[in-house]
């Protein structure tokens, strides 16, 4: 019997063994997707205890809680940090088999060097030395990121933000570089005139164009666009339900757009045709900047209503959705194929049941120009599990060249998420491992092998979006 989480955790085989240890453990990180508050990183943030980095803002440590009985109040309420975080070793047994069981003894173990298992017997011990650890300069926000050998994070940010706090760490000399990643989703969200509105009065001041029309629009967002790729952005990123590609009129558009501005509703179908128009715009925009551009397909958001009005978006309510998009997704980025104006591009799914549609349609649009320039992205969100992964490394290998993927993300808020870069090496050292010693990869090409090992986890990120 194997211990848990022992130095050869999820490797079943001499080969993945070797593997893993030789080529994938020591390899610095490149988290190209993340939600990182980069304040927190310029300002070299110091947390309070172990409750404030492990569950504030933690949406898959609520989701668990709320299943395990929880009450909200010691989830996101305002009791005391140890009884909440009491609540949680107390969920921690009933979260076997599920990621977060994994990836909670992972972070104690890494960040912490703690390898007690967490459960109520052992959690006010875990608390207070974890706690502790948080007070002393070595455990503040930028020393676990270089303690966990990261190299490049890209954050989250909207058309709108200044950027102040990725300007200020570029200035003070922060070795790991913290880039903004362009996510114009409130730009084509049109569904809701007074909250478009509103947003439209922050792009206005944030870019000093005054926006009636919709070209003022595009002027104001490619303006912003230069300057996010001024502060070292190079990486676009959209979350949507579906893709969108409706045919339009340039009429329609300025029309639709007028209308909103009025404060008027635009109906279902000036909305498609408006996000139609958007993501269109934005790819061209990212193709002429030379950036890499990511479409997250395929959640269903804010699914509670009582929630999402006593505590807002984001905090556990969200989903898998079941669209079709193949059809829009192949129309948009035709157009911009047949334009010429194609950017590197990363497509990500939440539905399980996509993998192999995903994988084989994002090869559609391979043009020999850069290895990899079609990527079918990791495993994401409900996916970021072990099966999920492999589930996504199978379909690729299986419909494309896993060889050339870009390898594994956070696509998390918290800075105690490196590990899940080592979850994904192990899992993918295992796969290759077991095809050698089933006889299905030659052992004679294991130098290549663990060269491609190499390149997944690290290299090919690098290369792909030229760090």
């Not at 009791?79 to 921690?92: G, L, N, Q, R």
């Not at 948009?332 to 549609?357: C, F, H, S, W």
């Not at 390898?407 to 290759?432: A, K, Q, V, W």
Request: proline residues 4%; aromatic residues 12%; charged residues 20%.
């Amino acid at each position: 019997m194997k211990s848990f989480l022992d130095a050869n955790f999820l490797l079943q085989t001499d080969t993945a063994i070797e593997l893993y240890h030789k080529h994938a453990a020591g390899l610095p990180v490149i988290d190209y997707h993340c939600h990182l508050n980069p304040q927190m990183i310029a300002e070299d943030y110091r947390f309070k205890d172990l409750t404030e980095i492990w569950l504030g803002g933690d949406h898959y440590k609520w989701r668990a809680m709320r299943a395990n009985g929880v009450s909200e109040d010691y989830i996101t309420g305002n009791k005391p940090s140890y009884e909440k975080f009491v609540k949680w070793a107390e969920t921690m047994p009933y979260t076997m088999r599920n990621p977060l069981y994994h990836w909670t003894h992972l972070e104690l173990s890494r960040i912490f060097g703690i390898d007690k298992v967490l459960n109520p017997s052992s959690a006010q011990e875990i608390y207070d030395a974890c706690t502790a650890k948080l007070q002393t300069p070595e455990f503040s926000a930028q020393s676990i990121m270089r303690r966990m050998l990261v190299e490049v994070v890209c954050t989250t940010d909207d058309p709108a933000d200044s950027l102040a706090y990725h300007l200020a760490i570029q200035a003070g000399g922060f070795p790991v570089k913290v880039l903004p990643t362009w996510r114009p989703d409130k730009a084509m969200a049109i569904e809701d005139s007074a909250a478009y509105n509103a947003y439209i009065e922050r792009l206005e001041e944030a870019s000093g164009i005054s926006i009636l029309t919709f070209n003022d629009l595009l002027e104001a967002l490619q303006k912003r666009h230069d300057f996010f790729a001024s502060a070292g952005c190079c990486v676009s990123d959209h979350g949507l339900e579906t893709f969108y590609a409706t045919p339009y009129t340039e009429a329609e558009i300025r029309a639709i757009f007028s209308k909103v501005r009025a404060g008027r509703q635009a109906d279902s179908e000036e909305l498609d045709k408006f996000r139609s128009a958007m993501l269109y715009e934005g790819g061209i925009m990212d193709a002429r900047a030379g950036w890499v551009q990511q479409f997250h397909v395929g959640a269903i958001r804010n699914n509670n209503t009582r929630m999402f009005r006593k505590i807002g978006a984001d905090t556990g309510f969200d989903a898998i959705h079941d669209h079709n998009f193949v059809a829009p997704m192949n129309r948009l980025l035709d157009r911009l194929n047949t334009e010429g104006l194609l950017a590197k591009t990363i497509l990500y799914n939440l539905n399980p049941r996509d993998n192999e549609l995903l994988a084989t349609n994002a090869y559609n649009f391979n043009d020999g120009s850069t290895p990899g320039k079609m990527q079918f992205g990791a495993a994401w969100w409900f996916l970021d599990q072990l099966k999920g992964m492999e589930n996504q490394m199978n379909a690729l290998s299986a419909e494309g060249l896993l060889s050339r993927f870009v390898g594994m993300l956070t696509d998390s808020r918290s800075f105690l998420s490196y590990p899940r870069h080592e979850y994904f090496r192990r899992i993918l050292c295992n796969l290759l491992g077991n095809d050698v010693e089933n006889g299905e990869l030659p052992v004679s090409e294991l130098p290549f092998i663990g060269q491609m090992v190499e390149n997944i986890s690290y290299y090919n990120a690098k290369n792909y979006f030229g760090w």
